[in-house]
């Protein structure tokens, strides 16, 4: 069972390119429904739309659900900082699974990893509040420090050539770990190029040959070129926008996904769950009809195949009497099987059609089988 959807970067990037239709829209409300949920109500050119975020991903949400009435702080202040403000772009930063909002004044920043994070920030990258205070070696999130994005763990694809590609390569490690380890790419993504290019993945990355890191740098191009129409795979618990081998569909629309997979638990609206039940009385009826209609053609189709059993029946009629009497008659004489079905090949040999049908005999059961 699966009790999580991960999207991986490649995914995020199908979802931001998505949500560029909110650009232009405003916040109006912030809210948050549990400890890593949250909704952010605005108005866009297409009216009133909320967007739910997890630690997951971000996407736009059809559910109604019912905000706590004890905020966090930070909630709070977001509600009011961001209040009618104008969202001037939707942006993935470095292919990371990290998507920035951008306002005049501020930059809303959702951080996507196993700790994820929400960070406001200013113009000069201040911090104004977040989510979580969180602290490493190299960063620290809280308010009042200069916010830095995580050091990314590979190079950006779209911002390097073929000469910068090679160079990955010149290493005796499996070529696919050489590949991940260079670019910022989900492993999943790497092995399904390798497959789909039928070059051994774990080959030394130093033995491949130009053609061959040619064909992966034009398939990893083309991949994170967001150019597919994007769909919902599903494998493991990775969250994919097409498929690649050994994943399953789950949905033709990323965040109609994301959506029926997270939100049903928190969806409140009593009009809501009444067109619920709505469609899935209707989905049911459905069902029953396509399975009423199923089960006329199918006996349909056996009714003419009893039809058409019994007229080869009647026109072979004599010949299968023939052949019966003749079975009885060396039945009668103790033969066995095999000397009876040798009698009767030799028989259909000389020109015998009655002789010619039978393909088995089963003493036993008391059968004989022939074929009309």
Same mark, same amino acid.
């Given at each position: 069972m699966i009790t999580m959807l991960e999207p991986t970067n490649l995914t995020l990037a199908y979802l931001v390119s998505e949500l560029s239709v909110i650009e232009g829209g405003y916040f109006n409300k912030v809210q948050q429904i549990n400890k890593n949920l949250f909704k952010f109500r605005l108005h866009a050119n297409q009216g009133s739309l909320s967007l739910v975020s997890n630690q997951h991903a971000i996407w736009i949400s059809s559910y109604s659900?019912?905000?706590?009435?004890?905020?966090?702080?930070?909630?709070?202040?977001?509600?009011?900082?961001? =209040?009618?403000k104008r969202i001037l772009k939707v942006r993935q930063h470095n292919l990371d699974r990290i998507i920035v909002f951008e306002f005049e004044n501020y930059s809303l920043i959702f951080e996507f990893f196993r700790d994820s994070n929400i960070i406001l920030v200013d113009k000069e990258m201040t911090i104004v509040g977040c989510l979580k205070k969180q602290s490493w070696s190299d960063r620290q999130i809280k308010t009042k420090e200069t916010y830095q994005f995580p050091k990314s763990k590979g190079e950006n694809l779209l911002e390097i050539d073929f000469g910068n590609f090679k160079e990955f390569f010149r290493t005796?490690?499996?070529?696919?770990?050489?590949?991940?380890?260079?670019? =910022?790419? !989900?492993?999943?993504?790497?092995?399904?190029?390798?497959?789909?290019?039928?070059?051994?993945?774990?080959?030394?990355?130093?033995?491949?040959?130009?053609?061959q890191l040619k064909d992966i740098f034009m398939e990893m191009k083309e991949l994170y070129s967001?150019?597919?129409?994007?769909?919902?795979?599903?494998?493991?618990?990775?969250?994919?926008?097409?498929?690649?081998?050994?994943?399953?569909?789950?949905?033709?629309n990323l965040m109609h996904t994301m959506d029926d997979f997270?939100?049903?638990?928190?969806?409140?609206?009593?009009?809501?769950?009444?067109?619920?039940?709505?469609?899935?009385?209707?989905?049911?009826?459905?069902?029953?009809?396509?399975?009423?209609?199923?089960?006329?053609?199918?006996?349909?189709?056996?009714?003419?195949?009893?039809?058409?059993? !019994?007229?080869?029946?009647?026109?072979?009629?004599?010949?299968?009497?023939?052949?019966? =009497? !003749?079975?009885?008659?060396?039945?009668?004489?103790?033969?066995?099987?095999?000397?009876?079905?040798?009698?009767?090949?030799?028989? !259909?040999?000389?020109?015998?059609?009655?002789?010619?049908?039978i393909k088995d005999l089963d003493l036993k059961g008391k059968k004989i089988v022939v074929e009309l």
């Open positions: 659900a019912q905000a706590t009435h004890n905020p966090q702080q930070f909630i709070r202040n977001l509600d009011s900082l961001l =209040s009618n005796d490690t499996k070529a696919v770990v050489a590949l991940i380890r260079s670019l =910022s790419i !989900a492993p999943v993504i790497a092995e399904e190029v390798f497959e789909r290019k039928g070059i051994n993945k774990t080959d030394k990355a130093s033995s491949l040959s130009d053609k967001l150019k597919q129409k994007p769909a919902a795979y599903v494998k493991g618990e990775l969250l994919l926008p097409f498929e690649i081998s050994e994943s399953e569909k789950a949905g033709d997270y939100m049903p638990e928190f969806a409140d609206s009593e009009k809501f769950k009444a067109e619920t039940r709505k469609e899935k009385g209707i989905a049911r009826l459905k069902a029953s009809i396509d399975k009423q209609i199923m089960t006329k053609e199918q006996l349909e189709k056996k009714a003419e195949d009893n039809k058409r059993k !019994a007229e080869l029946i009647y026109d072979n009629f004599a010949c299968l009497q023939e052949l019966e =009497s !003749a079975v009885k008659e060396a039945l009668a004489k103790k033969y066995d099987r095999k000397e009876i079905m040798y009698k009767l090949e030799e028989a !259909a040999s000389k020109g015998s059609k009655s002789a010619s049908l």
